[in-house]
């Protein structure tokens, strides 16, 4: 109690200008009190032709009014100095702002410690004393004080709201449950707050679970990164030292090449020189015996002449230049054409396998995202056309290539395609040259016989019964003329019309492969859902007299 006394006398004998303890108190002509400098201040600061007022209560006194020191207020405030009881500030008990203010207090209020439900009123600690020492008071429920309590006080009955309408969903007071809401589903406050806690409680379990979950996925995310990372640097480390090995062999073909070139041009240089040398001593050697013959025709003495006959007329062996001109001369212009061969045969190989590789770097696809629905209408389809041709070197050799590679015939005479591995030897069929991701849909048109439209892996077995499209687990093919769908070796009937074209679209990342009887309208044939690991490509299996072409839609 004796700290509450301090603060009301603390409160008395402070300057309500500076909110402290007053210096030089003065006493003006309506009884309030004020630092003698604050007050003078106060006046001075007005407007010249406005009369001074009591900043409190707002009296006007004309004229100003002469201030002298009180010092009875002067010798109390002394009193209270020497005491120490203003350690506590006053500006830490009045209401700011923010505050919820004492209902009691009059003047500056002071902040409010506590509301109390019944008298709907907030107190300061000294006006709030009664709640704790009058016995009926006592039993008055004290909450926080707040801004919002008015919030809780019904505005028809000025009561509480401690009722709670689960009609409509709203809060009232107990004059309202039995008035306006009579008949309605209503409870007490504290009832449904009982229940709301415990939705509140499960809902909290679910979020904190979700929290754990997504924490969870952040880990495995941030690992993936750190996965997509590794992988990423393992990479590009691996192919720079793939690509390092191929240009350290280019460069050790181009020194070789250089090498041979250098020797084999000493060497036939060489040879050459030595030939011309002789050629060179044989010229020689017919210029001196054709200087002697001619002094020996201009001898006059005919036994003298007829005695050097013999020894001069006699020719040494002469050199065979016949080995001269025994082959055309082509020096080197062989060899440039040989690596200019190399050259194409390498761009060639980029330029069919660059596509793969490129498109092998696109398809790393972390995160799965939802499938796109598959197109509707045959317009829908071609915005993903693909044009395809079939790759000569995988052709079997009765497969006769058209069209730019686009048209494949089946025929009894064997080709004279060259032995390469990818070349199929046991059934008539061929893979596309162009490698299949993402979206794509291409169509065949045929006649004859017999056919299988089909996809593969570029792995798949080139020899052996167990390389037929759909014989395996590496290929997916609809034999066009039964109707039939294989795969592992499996044999699936399909409905659908029977056509001389279908179409094939394919949607890689999504899994997704189906076939469709193109006529007038499209019909489903058969739809694959899988989980492709690797590039695909089209293929062709005749098993009879059949042609057939992929055909250049738009």
């Known amino acids: 109690m004796a700290q509450k006394g301090v603060q009301l006398d603390h409160e008395t004998f402070s300057c309500s200008i500076c909110l402290d303890l007053l210096k030089d108190p003065v006493t003006i002509p309506c009884g309030h009190s004020y630092c003698m400098n604050c007050i003078k201040t106060h006046w001075d600061l007005e407007d010249e032709k406005k009369i001074p007022s009591c900043p409190q209560c707002r009296q006007t006194f004309t004229p100003r009014p002469v201030l002298l020191k009180s010092t009875m207020l002067a010798v109390l405030v002394e009193e209270l100095?020497?005491?120490?009881?203003?350690?506590?500030p006053a500006d830490h008990c009045y209401a700011g702002p923010e505050d919820v203010a004492c209902d009691v207090c009059t003047g500056r209020k002071l902040k409010a410690l506590k509301f109390c439900l019944v008298c709907l009123a907030s107190y300061c600690e000294k006006h709030l004393q009664p709640h704790y020492d009058a016995a009926p008071l006592k039993k008055h429920k004290l909450v926080e004080p707040s801004k919002k309590l008015q919030e809780n006080i019904c505005s028809r009955h000025d009561e509480v709201?401690?009722?709670?309408?689960?009609?409509?969903?709203?809060?009232?007071?107990?004059l309202c449950s039995v008035d306006e809401h009579k008949g309605q589903d209503t409870v007490s406050a504290a009832a449904e707050r009982t229940e709301r806690q415990r939705e509140l409680e499960v809902s909290r379990q679910n979020i904190q679970k979700r929290i754990q979950d997504r924490e969870k996925d952040v880990k495995v995310l941030q690992q993936?990164?750190?996965?997509?990372?590794g992988s990423a640097d393992k990479a590009v480390?691996?192919?720079?030292?793939?690509?390092?090995?191929?240009?350290r062999l280019m460069e050790k073909r181009r020194s070789d090449v250089k090498r041979q070139l250098r020797s084999q041009q000493d060497t036939e240089v060489s040879r050459v020189k030595e030939l011309q040398e002789k050629l060179e001593q044989e010229i020689t050697e017919l210029k001196r015996k054709d200087a002697e013959l001619k002094q020996l025709s201009l001898t006059e003495d005919h036994n003298q002449f007829l005695h050097n006959y013999p020894s001069l007329s006699a020719l040494s062996e002469s050199t065979?230049?016949?080995?001269?001109?025994?082959?055309?001369l082509r020096y080197f212009e062989d060899v440039t054409a040989a690596v200019s061969e190399v050259r194409d045969k390498l761009q060639d190989v980029l330029r069919e396998t660059w596509t793969n590789v490129s498109l092998t770097v696109t398809e790393v696809d972390v995160l799965l995202s939802e499938p796109q629905p598959e197109p509707k209408t045959r317009a829908d389809f071609l915005k993903y056309s693909r044009e395809i041709t079939l790759d000569p070197n995988t052709a079997n050799r009765l497969m006769l290539l058209s069209k730019g590679n686009r048209k494949a015939t089946f025929t009894w005479q064997q080709q004279s395609y060259s032995d390469l591995p990818e070349r199929f030897t046991?059934?008539?069929?061929?893979?596309s040259r162009e490698s299949l991701t993402g979206r794509c849909y291409w169509e065949v048109k045929w006649r004859g016989r017999g056919v299988y439209v089909a996809v593969a892996y570029k792995n798949i077995s080139r020899a052996g019964d167990e390389s037929g499209f759909g014989k395996n687990d590496k290929s997916w093919a609809v034999d066009g003329c039964l109707n039939d769908f294989w795969y592992n070796n499996v044999q699936t009937p399909v409905s659908g019309p029977q056509s001389s074209r279908i179409g094939v679209y394919l949607d890689h990342s999504a899994g997704i492969l189906s076939f469709y009887s193109i006529s007038e309208t499209m019909t489903l044939f058969h739809r694959v859902q899988a989980t492709f690991t690797q590039p695909l490509y089209a293929g062709l299996w005749f098993y009879i007299e059949t042609t057939a072409e992929f055909c250049k839609v738009k």
Do not use: W
Request: glycine share 2%; charged share 30%; net charge negative.
């Open 161 to 174: 709201m401690k009722m709670f309408c689960r009609t409509d969903q709203q809060s009232i007071c107990y």
């Open 224 to 229: 993936e990164v750190e996965a997509i990372n």
């Open 81 to 88: 100095k020497k005491t120490g009881l203003q350690a506590a």
């Open 237 to 247: 480390e691996d192919s720079e030292k793939i690509f390092t090995e191929l240009i």
């Open 426 to 431: 046991e059934h008539c069929q061929a893979l």
């Open 320 to 328: 065979d230049s016949s080995s001269i001109n025994i082959r055309p």
